[in-house]
């Protein structure tokens, strides 16, 4: 079985993309972030074309994660126990993550309900394996309410995994998506360029690094090692020709899955070319279980 993971950075915008990715690779499950629509947006009909089904949840036009399985797709989760909401107190300010938004006329945290959980997590068992497409918040900046989030997102999620483990030792568990942490100086293209800002803090590190604690295997560290190899380059000033990219997406996977892993590739061709996503898609190739 062939997963991937890809942030499209709006499907609707690159469906013609994603659906001849799908064709090429002979992907069976893709993990998708940023899909920038609501349920009823989203592009299902071009998806179901080329064989595929869709599990999708998203609010608005930010956020917004999906899974397309050729393999089936069961049991649906558009959250995971435990996972934060998010309420804005202010505008955010303009990133590629976050784009501006209007100021909502009342946020949740002055109406007294709780704070609304974002479209950023979505599960799914596909082919026997229960996939989970994730966007990690970005954090914006360090002391933004938004960071705090992040730290309590990571460790929520964290916590709900190892307790799959716990009720199940022998669980098939992938935990796939754009996690927004750049794990060591090698995964940017300078490090000094980062310093102050988030994705490189000890604390998202540790909260990124917990996952391993918890018995996880970040599988693409494991299949490809290699210095400098990046699956996210912003659009501005020349970043991907000039290869000043992140690697900040990313696959955890239970002890049973991981050794299942035989590979990893990070296509980067899907950088090139108009209209592309400035994330590149992250495929691992799965041998069939054990019997």
């Given at each position: 079985?062939?997963?991937?993971?890809?942030?499209?950075?709006?499907?609707?915008?690159?469906?013609?993309?994603?659906?001849?990715?799908?064709?090429?690779?002979?992907?069976?499950?893709l993990?998708?972030?940023?899909?920038?629509?609501?349920?009823?947006?989203?592009?299902?009909?071009?998806?179901?074309?080329?064989?595929?089904?869709v599990?999708?949840?998203?609010?608005?036009?930010?956020?917004?994660?999906?899974?397309?399985?050729?393999?089936g797709?069961a049991?649906?989760?558009t959250?995971?126990?435990?996972?934060?909401?998010?309420?804005?107190?202010?505008?955010?300010?303009?990133?590629?993550?976050?784009?501006?938004?209007?100021?909502?006329?009342?946020?949740?945290?002055?109406?007294?309900?709780?704070?609304?959980?974002?479209?950023?997590?979505?599960?799914?068992?596909?082919?026997?394996?229960?996939?989970?497409?994730?966007?990690?918040?970005?954090?914006?900046?360090?002391?933004?309410?938004?960071?705090?989030?992040?730290?309590?997102?990571l460790?929520?999620?964290?916590?709900?995994?190892?307790?799959w483990?716990?009720?199940?030792?022998?669980?098939?568990?992938?935990?796939?998506?754009?996690?927004?942490?750049?794990?060591?100086?090698?995964?940017?293209?300078?490090?000094?360029?980062?310093?102050?800002?988030?994705?490189?803090?000890p604390?998202?590190?540790?909260?990124?690094?917990?996952?391993?604690d918890?018995?996880?295997?970040?599988?693409?560290?494991?299949?490809?090692?290699?210095?400098?190899?990046?699956?996210?380059?912003?659009?501005?000033?020349?970043?991907?020709?000039?290869?000043?990219?992140?690697?900040?997406?990313?696959?955890?996977?239970?002890?049973?899955?991981?050794?299942?892993?035989?590979?990893?590739?990070?296509?980067r061709?899907?950088?090139?070319?108009?209209?592309?996503?400035?994330?590149?898609?992250?495929?691992?190739?799965?041998?069939?279980?054990?019997?």
């Open positions: 079985m062939r997963l991937a993971t890809w942030n499209v950075n709006s499907v609707r915008a690159r469906v013609d993309r994603v659906v001849a990715f799908l064709e090429r690779s002979q992907t069976d499950v993990a998708i972030q940023e899909t920038k629509c609501r349920d009823e947006q989203f592009p299902v009909a071009a998806f179901e074309a080329a064989g595929y089904e599990a999708h949840v998203g609010h608005s036009a930010w956020n917004g994660v999906a899974i397309a399985s050729r393999v797709i049991d649906v989760a959250s995971f126990p435990g996972q934060p909401g998010f309420a804005k107190p202010t505008a955010p300010a303009a990133t590629d993550d976050a784009p501006a938004e209007a100021p909502e006329p009342e946020p949740a945290a002055l109406l007294d309900v709780p704070p609304p959980v974002e479209a950023r997590a979505l599960g799914a068992t596909c082919g026997g394996v229960r996939v989970w497409s994730l966007y990690v918040p970005h954090g914006r900046a360090i002391g933004d309410p938004h960071y705090a989030y992040k730290l309590a997102w460790g929520a999620l964290r916590d709900a995994a190892a307790g483990l716990d009720a199940d030792p022998a669980a098939q568990v992938a935990l796939m998506g754009d996690w927004n942490v750049i794990p060591l100086d090698t995964d940017v293209y300078d490090p000094a360029a980062f310093a102050g800002h988030t994705h490189v803090t604390a998202e590190r540790e909260a990124f690094a917990a996952f391993a918890a018995g996880y295997t970040e599988v693409t560290r494991q299949h490809l090692p290699a210095e400098h190899t990046y699956t996210y380059w912003d659009y501005q000033q020349l970043a991907f020709p000039r290869n000043k990219g992140l690697r900040i997406d990313f696959a955890y996977a239970s002890p049973r899955l991981a050794d299942r892993v035989t590979g990893v590739v990070i296509d061709d899907e950088r090139k070319g108009k209209g592309a996503s400035d994330h590149v898609p992250v495929v691992l190739d799965v041998a069939a279980p054990a019997t």
